[in-house]
Nanobody, 119 residues
Framework: VQLQASGGGLVQAGGSLRLSCAAS????????MGWFRQAPGKQRELVAA???????NYAQSVKGRFTISRDNAKNTVYLQLNSLKPEDTAVYYC??????????????WGQGTLVTVSS
């Protein structure tokens, strides 16, 4: 299984970026896909997730600014980041998750892509 994240970079406050995560080795369409982030000295946190059915949820801190979407034909999940703030600076990780049984969860992580927002 591979999750290849890309699209990070340096951007000024107020700017935009689009992250992509291409998946291989899984049946992409049946997985819940998520974006997490980890800032220096902080715990990893959920930013946004999208289920196999297309339902989405967002961290309160990014609602209205970030949008998660998926293209099952391309096995790719996206995160559009708008109105970026310096506090959005973090390494962003792609995650693929599926509950197989009540005791078994398939859980995969990408390598992360760095987003740096300058003030």
């Amino acid at each position: 299984v591979q999750l290849q994240a890309s699209g990070g970079g340096l951007v000024q406050a107020g700017g935009s970026l689009r992250l992509s995560c291409a998946a291989s080795g899984i049946i992409f369409s049946i997985y819940t896909m998520g974006w997490f982030r980890q800032a220096p000295g902080k715990q990893r946190e959920l930013v946004a997730a999208i289920t196999s059915g297309g339902s989405t949820n967002y961290a309160q801190s990014v609602k209205g600014r970030f949008t998660i979407s998926r293209d099952n034909a391309k096995n790719t999940v996206y995160l559009q980041l708008n109105s970026l703030k310096p506090e959005d600076t973090a390494v962003y990780y792609c995650n693929a998750r599926r509950t197989i049984t009540t005791a078994t969860i398939a859980d995969y992580w990408g390598q992360g892509t760095l987003v740096t927002v300058s003030s």
